[in-house]
């Protein structure tokens, strides 16, 4: 790059009002420092736990700690975007102060009120160009039902499921109850709208479900009850947008055994290495399994309209049955996380998946397209 040639200006947005906010912290961290300085003009935006965006000048120290202290968005200068997708301070005690216009935002963020269309409607609305999935499709990848229902309106094998609206929870749980019972065997419950395995229990075949959809609602009153996969293996590929518009990209396949004393995939075996976790990339699969989860993953991101990239993750059953479990339109970027680990088995290392999801951004244009 010539010494006078323009950096593109990019806003990493992170944090948020979600359970997620601390995991976004870390991806974003990640994010910040694998952005090679040379191409790129930086500018950390954090968004506390109560909404407000700010700059964040230390992001790139984000971590868990090692006492398992999580980070999260902390005081600094109020920000907000402009129609013309300038980034200016509102804070009306100092002299005016503008940042530019933005050349693309990295929205890092996970769950409600960032992952799920509401930001990136707000983009939208600013004209500026943003990387990964657009409304709809964040907003349908964030609600495990309505992307469960697409995903059979689309003929793709998922897990048999009920929903817990929240009226109904309340007036006639003895309906849920019973739809559960139909199910059979044991499930998963989780709250409808929430990532990072927050909310999520599961109850043995035969326990009352009560317990665990209060848990669930604690996050979101809306809650999805599952059918637990029988012995299944877990797991997951990246899929990414292809520069010239043809079929997306598919990454190397990762599968996750989770040992210790964990029942599932929860977040301590997510996030904090030390918690009996393997991840096996590439996976140990049969080539025709390996291009079933290919295929089924193009798929889900087509039928979903993802743009920019997605984690798709699968249940593999002892019969060899392949189930798509959900997809993840912004996934943990973390240095623990799936979804940069497969790409690099892949050949795309951590910076070059960037320059990748952001040029894809770039190409993208505004507006309805």
Known sequence: MSQTARKTKVAVVFGGRSEEHSISCVSASNVIRAL???RYEVIPIGISKQGHWVIQPDAADFSIGSDGNLPEVGAGTPVALTRNAELISTDTSQPAKSWGQIDVVFPVLHGPW??????QGLLELSGVRYVGAGVLSSAVGTDKHFMKQLFVANGLPVQPWVLARPHQWQTDPEAIREAVRGLGGAVFVKPARAGSSFGITRVAAGEAIDAAVEHARGLDPKVLIEAAADRPREVEIGVIGNPSGGRPLTSEIAEIKVGGEHAFYDFEAKYLPEQHT???VPADLPDDIVEQVKDLAVKAFVALDVEGLARVDFFILPSGRV???????MPGF???SMFPQMWAASGLDYPSLLDHLIGLAMSRPTGLR
């Open 323 to 329: 189930v798509l479990n959900e997809v993840e339109t």
């Open 36 to 38: 090679d300085p040379q």
């Open 278 to 280: 393997d991840l096996d």
């Open 334 to 336: 973390t240095t623990t």
């Open 114 to 119: 960032g992952q799920d269309g509401t930001l």
